[in-house]
């Protein structure tokens, strides 16, 4: 659902960015402030920005296919005297009538020398994609002319010296098939045939990668090829693919044992999978073997076979991969929860060290570890962890129920003072837009025009360009420049493309650049950004058909489903606002079409029928309902039966066996704590449990 086609038609020139926050005043009416109007603003493109980049679409795709038009060509040298917001491509459009000149081997090397940029690297701006597209397009043109040689000439210094600057991307896959045809074509040619190979191979071996079938077939074969092939039979996708699947069949047969009640024939059948994938390692996924070595336990677990379990959670922590090193670390707590036993998941603590590696765990174990010491009696260093946690998280589940658990722990204290730990009473930088340079405004104005094309490729660039620009680049006066902090420059261009971007309805954009400027503390969490990450659209909608339930969940859960995109689709046919999958709708409306899912009122009206009648089932029980609606009913089902040992919610939702749904749980739960402080609710006062059960004034109709 990462959409982001930006349709930002007008953008800037503002009074004051932002208005100021006083939280000092515990009377403070939060919805008025969060509400607030900004002042309006616009910055409109031209007509000829908005030409450039239809034509800049039509070269892209040109390129793609490996072929120059002299008419698009023709077109961007008309523009280099033209004004308008696109001048920092003139160096490109040089380079483009240069390449589109080239008729010769000694004019390709006078048009089309390239400055060697790494594989695969990181494209930061438009300017920057299109100067690697044309050296891509060089180094195809290259391959082809050579191919116009006859077979039997010596190939020049400068043709092996071009194709060795080259063969990085060649062998990483560029052009595979001019590789292959150019060395069927000098095959024959014994001499100069081994240089080109000898070329190659060298690369191959360099960067340990195997070269396809068709280019193995027409290669030269070296003693350090075949020696090479010997030593790397991972690289064969054959037996990589035979090692993965045996590996596979190796963990999975211990569940098999488990659900027959077979555990010691189970707990010796994983020690042999585990020491086939350490015999074999390089040839098995490291993330799928720590997955299926995590689900063996947990299928010990389920079955009460809780040191056993424990025993291979350990085990699957000694092979998981480094970015699942926080989860695997969990599975460690997690037995100890459902069993509410703290003075073991405290003995764990411990025993792991887990409060001196505290910093580099993500939120989810942050919490659990503060937690385990509230329950064994130390609130004091609890609390000091529940305040990182929201200092370092503030959007997410756990810094939500840390705020909780300080406001279990400090009765005396009021809500606001409480709220203020996770809402910055700091305000914004306040800049004009007349601050900006026209480096800044042109990037604003190409945004505008990529989001009207519906190019989201180029959307994405422009927007990873403008987040990057310096204040020395981003501000026109220097002197300026050096009073404003980088944080408070940052905080200018975060906060302004959120809050523009939130105004074309463009949410999903607008979440990830929030999400990951928090990510880079180059933003805080405060009252006014909050309006921007939770809207309010469809609310008035939502309300008059939100079929007796609270529309604050109804609009949090269509959030998370569609980012208020009534026309949205899922892969699998779940349709509109609230993300209905035809037949469910149909069995409140047997008339209904599918077009008509569409529409934000049927939506919603069926989609709140449907979400109703799932509360009722599971008797208000929000994590069952939730978890449901993005499961499917009868899972739920077979997981109260199965897995869910505990009723503690946390650790319900801790148990969930999805890991898209016990996300789904979390992030609505999120969603309505913020959707409530926008509606002006207490959020703090009613206990942590409660939160999760839900009633309701009357029944369904």
């Given at each position: ?13 503002i ?5 100021s ?7 403070l ?6 509400m607030?109007?900004?002042?309006p603003?616009k ?5 000829i920005d908005?030409?450039?980049g239809?034509?800049?679409?039509n ?5 793609s296919?490996?072929?120059i ?8 040298i ?23 000149k080239i008729?010769?081997?000694?004019s ?13 690297e990181?494209t930061e ?7 690697i ?14 191919r116009?040689f006859?077979s ?10 071009f194709?060795r ?7 990483m896959?560029e052009?595979?098939?001019?590789v ?8 024959n040619?014994?001499?100069e ?11 191959y071996?360099e960067?340990?990668?195997k070269p ?12 350090l090829?075949?020696k090479?092939?010997a ?6 996708n ?6 993965q ?5 190796l ?12 555990f010691?024939?189970?707990k ?13 390692k ?8 720590w997955?299926g070595?995590?689900l ?6 389920y ?7 424990i025993?291979?959670f350990?085990l699957?922590?000694a ?13 460690l ?6 069993n509410k036993?703290y ?9 792991q060290d ?11 174990v ?17 609390t000091?962890y529940?305040?990182?946690?929201i ?13 909780k ?6 009765k005396g204290?009021t809500?606001q003072?409480?709220l ?5 009473k700091?305000s ?11 480096d800044l ?9 990529w989001?009207?094309l ?16 310096d204040?020395?680049?981003?501000l ?12 408070e420059y940052k ?7 959120v ?19 928090l ?8 009252y006014?950004?909050i ?5 309010l ?7 008059k058909?939100?079929?007796?339930l ?5 609009i ?32 409140f409306?047997?008339?209904i ?9 049927t939506?919603v ?23 449901s609606?993005n ?11 199965e ?7 946390l650790a319900?939702?801790?148990s969930?066996?999805?890991?898209e749904t ?6 609505i739960?999120r969603?309505?704590f ?6 002006n609710r ?20």
């Open positions: 659902m990462e959409v982001f086609i930006l349709r930002l038609i007008t953008i800037a020139t009074t004051t960015c932002y208005i926050v006083a939280l000092a005043n515990p009377n009416n939060f919805a008025s402030i969060a607030a109007e900004d002042v603003f910055l409109n493109y031209s007509p908005h030409e450039i239809k034509d800049l679409v070269l892209y795709n040109d390129f296919k490996n072929e038009r002299p008419s698009v060509v023709a077109k961007f008309s523009y280099k005297n033209k004004s308008h917001s696109f001048g920092h491509l003139n160096e490109m459009i040089d380079r483009l009538e240069l390449v589109s008729k010769d081997q000694d390709f090397y006078n048009n089309c020398t390239i400055i060697p940029r790494p594989v695969n990181f701006s438009l300017a920057h994609r299109m100067d597209t044309i050296d891509k397009y060089c180094r195809f043109l290259f391959l082809k002319n050579l116009k006859s039997n000439i010596n190939l020049s210094t400068r043709d092996l010296n194709l600057e080259a063969s990085s991307f060649y062998v896959g052009s595979q098939t001019e292959s045809a150019l060395l069927k074509h000098f095959k040619n014994k001499i045939h081994e240089k080109i190979s000898d070329l190659l191979i060298a690369k071996v960067l340990k990668t396809t079938s068709a280019i193995l077939a027409n290669l030269h074969v070296s003693t090829l075949n090479f092939l030593n790397n039979l991972h690289l064969d054959n037996s990589s693919s035979f090692f699947e045996e590996f596979q069949r963990i999975k047969e211990p569940q098999d044992l488990v659900e027959k009640g077979d010691a024939q189970a010796r059948q994983v020690i042999s999978a585990l020491t086939f994938y350490s015999k074999n390089k040839f098995i996924d490291e993330k799928r073997a997955v070595t995590t063996a336990a947990k299928s010990f677990f079955k009460g076979k809780d040191s056993d379990a025993e291979i350990t699957a922590r092979i998981a991969p480094k970015e699942e090193t926080s989860e695997a670390t969990f599975y707590l997690w037995p100890h929860l459902i036993d003075k073991a998941m405290k003995a764990v603590i411990d025993k887990l409060e001196k590696k505290f910093e580099t765990f993500d939120s989810k942050q919490y659990w570890i503060a937690y385990a010491l509230l329950k064994t009696g130390d609130s004091k260093k609890a000091t529940f305040n990182k946690i200092n370092s998280s503030p959007y997410s589940f756990y810094s939500i129920i840390s705020l658990e300080i406001a279990a722990q400090n204290m809500e003072e409480i203020a730990k996770l809402i910055s700091n914004p930088a306040e800049f004009k837009l007349d601050v900006a340079s026209n405004k042109d990037a604003l104005k190409r945004l505008a025009v989001n009207a519906g190019q989201e490729r180029f959307a994405v660039l422009e927007l990873r360009h403008l987040q990057l620009m204040k020395s680049v981003g026109k006066d220097k002197e300026y420049a050096k009073t404003v902090t980088n944080n905080e200018f261009i975060v906060l302004n493309l809050r523009l971007l939130h105004s074309q309805d463009k949410y999903i954009a607008s979440f990830k650049i929030f999400q990951d400027s990510g880079e503390n180059s933003l805080s969490l405060n006014r950004l309006k921007y990450i939770f809207p659209s469809y609310l008035s909608v939502i309300e058909n939100s079929n007796d609270d529309p604050l969940i109804v949090s859960l269509i959030r998370q489903e569609s980012a208020f995109n009534p026309q949205a689709t899922s892969r699998v046919g779940a349709k509109g606002l609230m993300q209905l999958m035809p037949a469910t709708a149909k069995r409306n047997k008339k079409k599918i077009s008509q899912l569409g529409d934000p009122k939506n009206t069926l989609g709140a029928k449907y979400l109703r009648q799932l509360f009722t089932r599971f008797d208000g029980n929000l994590i069952y309902t939730l978890a609606y499961a499917g009913e009868n899972r739920i089902d077979r997981w109260k039966k897995i869910f040992r505990n009723e503690d919610p319900t939702i801790e969930i066996p999805f890991e016990r996300n789904y749980v979390k992030l739960y969603n309505k913020f959707y409530s402080l926008l509606s207490s959020v703090l006062t009613t206990p942590l449990d409660e939160t999760f059960k839900v009633t309701f004034s009357s029944e369904v109709k």
